[in-house]
């Protein structure tokens, strides 16, 4: 296959590193800054418990420009939520008549988005688990339980085209699944990443702390079950013990970690609080479906996101 990877930050220089690892496809990483100029003269290091890799630079295309790489079979859009609407308008030279986009975002809405930038029928849904962070220009530093992709039609049939990125996927060792209900394992995911990086931000302390506390440890719950109301609202099923899972799998995360919103917020930078906990009151709002735990988390946290995007000051 030929894939693309816009936006091969930490995440989709992982993803994209498997698929260059097999020696079976052309892949190309659409990156920025230093980490583009490591990886076209460095190459790219993986370094995780699913094992090392070390990929010189003349085995992949690291590039800025979509243009550059040309049409392509799939291309896995792994940019930050904010910048999925710009995302669908740049990937334009790569899509041909028969090229995939796979969004593997954290929120709810980027298919929806993405289909504003290139026509629906290109974009399935897509997601992802993965603990993983740009150590330095170039490595990939992957930590936790093993990552894994899912993705879906989003109107729930069955296509070749799933079929054969999973294939591909799994071919590389990726821990991938096809579900026809793509919507609910969008929901699922925001139902975990959502809750660990507000609650994260707002405690201000790693995973393993504020889930052994039990009053902050109630509030990561108190945020889940709100996610699943809501999804219920949107009319979209989620599992009965979807919250009992979520739990389960914040207990499975390292001790010391923490989610990319709250690393984002931390260190002042713009993150994803409107994808992953703003979009809970908005949505809950049009239900009439209560949002207490994330009205207060957003408000205590949007000063801060303001401040990152330039739009308050103090």
């Known amino acids: 296959m030929r894939v693309g990877v816009f936006g091969a930050g930490a995440v989709g220089a992982y993803f994209g590193g498997r698929l260059i690892e097999t020696g079976k496809h052309d892949v190309s990483l659409i990156a920025r800054g230093p980490h583009l100029d490591a990886l076209q003269t460095r190459g790219l290091r993986i370094e995780s418990p699913e094992g090392d890799a070390d990929l010189p630079s003349d085995a992949f295309t690291a590039t800025s420009n979509p243009e550059d790489v040309g049409q392509v079979d799939a291309?896995?859009?792994?940019?930050?939520?904010?910048?999925?609407?710009?995302?669908?308008?740049?990937?334009?030279?790569?899509?041909?008549?028969?090229?995939?986009?796979?969004?593997?975002?954290n929120g709810v809405e980027a298919p929806?988005?993405?289909?504003?930038?290139?026509?629906?029928?290109?974009?399935?849904?897509?997601?992802?688990?993965?603990?993983?962070?740009?150590?330095?220009?170039?490595?990939?530093?992957?930590?936790?339980?093993?990552?894994?992709?899912?993705?879906?039609?989003?109107?729930?049939?069955?296509?070749?085209?799933?079929?054969e990125i999973h294939a591909a996927l799994s071919d590389a060792g990726i821990f991938a699944t096809a579900r026809a209900d793509i919507r609910a394992a969008l929901w699922e995911k925001l139902m975990f990443v959502g809750p660990l990086g507000g609650v994260g931000a707002v405690t201000r302390v790693p995973i393993g702390v504020f889930r052994s506390v039990p009053r902050?440890?109630?509030?990561?719950?108190?945020?889940?079950?709100?996610?699943?109301?809501?999804?219920?609202?949107?009319?979209?099923?989620?599992?009965?013990?979807?919250?009992?899972?979520?739990?389960?799998?914040?207990?499975?995360?390292?001790?010391?970690?923490?989610?990319?919103?709250?690393?984002?917020?931390?260190?002042?930078?713009?993150?994803?609080?409107?994808?992953?906990?703003?979009?809970?009151?908005?949505?809950?709002?049009?239900h009439h479906v209560p949002t207490p735990a994330h009205d207060a988390i957003y408000a205590a946290l949007l000063p801060s996101e303001l401040k990152a995007r330039g739009q308050l000051t103090w």
């Not at 896995?76 to 593997?104: C, N, Q, S």
């Not at 009992?244 to 989610?259: F, I, N």
């Open 75 to 105: 291309i896995f859009v792994t940019v930050k939520t904010w910048m999925v609407p710009e995302a669908g308008v740049a990937i334009r030279p790569m899509v041909g008549d028969k090229t995939t986009v796979v969004p593997l975002q």
């Open 112 to 163: 929806d988005q993405l289909a504003t930038g290139v026509s629906g029928g290109h974009v399935i849904g897509g997601t992802c688990r993965i603990f993983t962070d740009i150590v330095e220009p170039g490595v990939v530093r992957h930590t936790g339980v093993p990552p894994t992709i899912t993705i879906g039609e989003l109107d729930g049939s069955a296509s070749e085209t799933v079929e």
């Open 216 to 286: 902050s440890r109630e509030l990561l719950e108190a945020c889940m079950e709100e996610i699943a109301a809501v999804a219920a609202a949107e009319g979209v099923s989620l599992p009965s013990n979807a919250v009992e899972g979520a739990m389960k799998l914040a207990d499975l995360a390292p001790v010391d970690g923490t989610a990319s919103m709250q690393r984002d917020i931390a260190s002042g930078r713009p993150s994803e609080l409107e994808a992953q906990v703003g979009v809970i009151p908005r949505l809950g709002q049009r």
